[in-house]
């Protein structure tokens, strides 16, 4: 979908549909509307098509213009009711206008500046706003179907009408597509199956990322990170037929080599069978987005090198299978990390703490100004947290806070969990320095726990567990049902704001 700026007065703009909001219940329509209608549509303000729209939240209500107006339909969108609004109605309300426009096969959709008009938010956040639900609500993944594909690219354009300047259009333009795009590569990467989203496929993606932007690239292979002493990582690796890959990129602009990197680190099991561990039968093929922390990751370098962000920030995926071959890591096993620390495993099915505390190790050569993790971490963060807030935990209150209030209106939503000393206690063992899980108690807590031991305190780091976060059981208009690709955009806004010499 190609988007526009269309600046002009209003009998000068023409298309398919126009998009106008409500609030429910309220008897004045919004100014803009009110203004638009007297000129444009006339007809509208006698007849009973606007008292049988209650617009409570993304109600649409399709008007058809007589056959002489330079807009044939106008499409009524509700925002639910005043004292309800939140930026995130308005991106579902959105997304849902757009996918209408798609199902009627509209091919240029406008949307006014005039629409916004009344609505608690500054235009430029709107149009932001607007045109980041109209771009991922229209997202599908028919990469792998021969049939029944639905092939409407429309609308293939969405305007934004204006009667003055929009100074701020080609900056946000910029930045929503190139966020957008991160998003909807974290989305492809964590929807495709395991047999094709291997850790090589996933190395091929990131070199692919690293070409375009002008990144460096690297990656390990087992052999490599057995040299390294990477022993959590090796001993997920080495029980799986596809070979293993820890892949690392670096986006460093001209003249920042120096500079403190931001480091991102993202859990890349492409398919958790639990290992020896083995998890039950149903609902097993979700498994295969247990590396979306790693697909979060590389949306978020798509992003970054999109937008040329003027900061260091460097990349971690480490990739591989958890599979129960012969050769395969069991309960009981001591592994001795990159940090030189040493776990008992307990259960083989907490592998991705395995492979992250080789990464966390691995990432303080870097001398990192900050450093965030995201994983598919436990079911735990699924009951505590539910599916649309992420566990956030870690060692530095400003970095949590700093996320918290950059992911909220973007809709992102992070809810802080304790790590008290205490909590260690689960995880001491009588063989080695510590083992891999504890109890059933603060699961997702211990399992941050358990990373933190591979963190120095002078290293401002943030967990998140978006075991809940990543996949979506239901349509909520912006985020179509399936991978979500949280995370990307408060990954973006946060490399770009945060302070490499001072934080937040």
Same mark, same amino acid.
């Given at each position: 979908?190609?988007?526009?700026?269309?600046?002009?007065?209003?009998?000068?703009?023409?298309?398919?549909?126009?998009?106008?909001?409500?609030? $429910?219940?309220?008897?004045?329509?919004?100014?803009?509307?009110?203004?638009?209608?007297?000129?444009?549509?006339?007809?509208? $303000?006698?007849?009973?098509?606007?008292?049988?729209?209650?617009?409570?939240?993304?109600?649409?209500?399709?008007?058809?213009?007589?056959?002489?107006?330079?807009?044939?339909?106008?499409?009524?969108?509700?925002?639910?009711?005043?004292?309800?609004?939140?930026?995130?109605?308005?991106?579902?309300?959105?997304?849902?206008?757009?996918?209408?426009?798609?199902?009627?096969?509209?091919?240029?959709?406008?949307?006014?500046?005039?629409?916004?008009?009344?609505?608690?938010?500054?235009?430029?956040?709107?149009?932001?706003?607007?045109?980041?639900?109209?771009?991922?609500?229209?997202?599908?993944?028919?990469?792998?179907?021969?049939?029944?594909?639905?092939?409407?690219?429309?609308?293939?354009?969405?305007?934004?009408?204006?009667?003055?300047?929009?100074?701020?259009?080609?900056? %946000?333009?910029?930045?929503?597509?190139?966020?957008?795009?991160?998003?909807?590569?974290?989305?492809?990467?964590?929807?495709?199956?395991?047999?094709?989203?291997?850790?090589?496929?996933?190395?091929?993606?990131?070199?692919?990322?690293?070409?375009?932007?002008?990144?460096?690239?690297?990656?390990?292979?087992?052999?490599?990170?057995?040299?390294?002493?990477?022993?959590?990582?090796?001993?997920?690796? $080495?029980?799986?037929?596809?070979?293993?890959?820890?892949?690392?990129?670096?986006?460093?602009?001209?003249?920042?080599?120096?500079?403190?990197?931001?480091?991102?680190?993202?859990?890349?099991?492409?398919?958790?069978?639990?290992?020896?561990? %083995?998890?039950?039968?149903?609902?097993?093929?979700?498994?295969?987005?247990?590396?979306?922390?790693?697909?979060?990751?590389?949306?978020?370098?798509?992003? %970054?090198?999109?937008?040329?962000?003027?900061?260091?920030?460097?990349?971690?995926?480490?990739?591989?299978?958890?599979?129960?071959?012969?050769?395969?890591?069991?309960?009981?096993?001591?592994?001795?990390?990159?940090?030189?620390?040493?776990?008992?495993?307990? &259960?083989?099915?907490?592998?991705?703490?395995?492979?992250?505390?080789?990464?966390? &190790?691995?990432?303080?050569?870097?001398?990192?100004?900050?450093?965030?993790?995201?994983?598919?971490?436990?079911?735990?963060?699924?009951?505590?947290?539910?599916?649309?807030?992420?566990?956030?935990?870690?060692?530095?209150?400003?970095?949590? $806070?700093?996320?918290?209030?950059?992911?909220?209106?973007?809709?992102?939503?992070?809810?802080?969990?304790?790590?008290?000393?205490?909590?260690?206690?689960?995880?001491?063992?009588?063989?080695?320095?510590?083992?891999?899980?504890?109890?059933?108690?603060?699961?997702?807590?211990?399992?941050?726990?358990?990373?933190?031991?591979?963190?120095?305190?002078?290293?401002?780091?943030?967990?998140?567990?978006?075991?809940?976060?990543?996949?979506?059981?239901?349509?909520?208009?912006?985020?179509?049902?399936?991978?979500?690709?949280?995370?990307?955009?408060?990954?973006? &806004?946060?490399?770009?704001?945060?302070?490499?010499?001072?934080?937040?």
């Amino acid at each position: 979908m190609e988007w526009r700026h269309m600046e002009g007065a209003f009998p000068q703009w023409s298309g398919d549909v126009i998009i106008f909001y409500a609030f $429910q219940d309220e008897e004045a329509p919004l100014s803009g509307f009110a203004r638009w209608m007297p000129s444009q549509a006339p007809w509208l $303000q006698d007849g009973p098509v606007l008292k049988d729209f209650r617009a409570k939240k993304a109600e649409l209500h399709l008007v058809y213009a007589p056959a002489d107006a330079a807009v044939s339909r106008l499409l009524l969108v509700g925002l639910g009711k005043r004292k309800d609004w939140s930026l995130e109605n308005f991106r579902h309300a959105t997304a849902m206008a757009v996918r209408r426009c798609r199902d009627l096969a509209l091919e240029r959709a406008l949307l006014p500046t005039a629409a916004m008009e009344g609505l608690p938010e500054r235009e430029e956040t709107l149009v932001r706003e607007a045109l980041t639900a109209a771009a991922l609500g229209l997202y599908r993944y028919d990469a792998l179907k021969t049939r029944d594909v639905e092939t409407s690219d429309c609308p293939k354009e969405l305007t934004v009408c204006s009667e003055g300047p929009l100074p701020y259009w080609p900056r %946000i333009t910029d930045e929503v597509k190139a966020v957008c795009e991160g998003i909807v590569l974290a989305r492809d990467l964590a929807t495709a199956p395991a047999n094709v989203l291997t850790p090589s496929f996933m190395a091929q993606t990131a070199a692919g990322v690293a070409s375009r932007h002008g990144m460096r690239f690297d990656v390990l292979d087992l052999d490599r990170a057995k040299e390294l002493g990477m022993g959590g990582f090796v001993a997920v690796a $080495q029980g799986s037929q596809e070979p293993a890959r820890f892949i690392i990129m670096e986006h460093c602009p001209e003249g920042l080599k120096d500079q403190a990197p931001f480091v991102l680190v993202g859990k890349g099991i492409t398919f958790d069978t639990g290992g020896i561990s %083995i998890k039950p039968a149903a609902k097993m093929e979700e498994m295969k987005h247990d590396m979306a922390g790693a697909a979060t990751v590389l949306g978020t370098m798509e992003a %970054i090198g999109r937008l040329s962000v003027p900061r260091r920030v460097i990349a971690l995926m480490p990739c591989t299978e958890n599979m129960p071959d012969g050769r395969a890591y069991k309960p009981g096993d001591v592994v001795k990390t990159h940090s030189g620390l040493t776990v008992e495993v307990i &259960s083989t099915d907490a592998e991705g703490r395995m492979i992250l505390c080789d990464a966390l &190790s691995y990432a303080m050569q870097f001398q990192p100004a900050a450093m965030v993790d995201l994983a598919t971490l436990t079911g735990a963060c699924v009951i505590a947290l539910g599916d649309r807030v992420a566990g956030l935990l870690g060692n530095h209150e400003d970095l949590m $806070q700093v996320m918290q209030k950059i992911g909220a209106p973007l809709g992102e939503l992070f809810w802080p969990l304790p790590l008290y000393d205490f909590y260690f206690e689960d995880l001491k063992s009588d063989v080695a320095d510590f083992k891999n899980v504890g109890d059933r108690k603060a699961g997702t807590i211990i399992g941050a726990m358990f990373l933190k031991q591979f963190v120095p305190d002078t290293v401002p780091w943030a967990h998140v567990d978006i075991a809940g976060t990543v996949w979506a059981d239901k349509d909520l208009g912006w985020i179509p049902k399936g991978a979500t690709g949280f995370g990307v955009r408060t990954l973006v &806004s946060l490399v770009q704001s945060w302070n490499v010499t001072k934080g937040a």
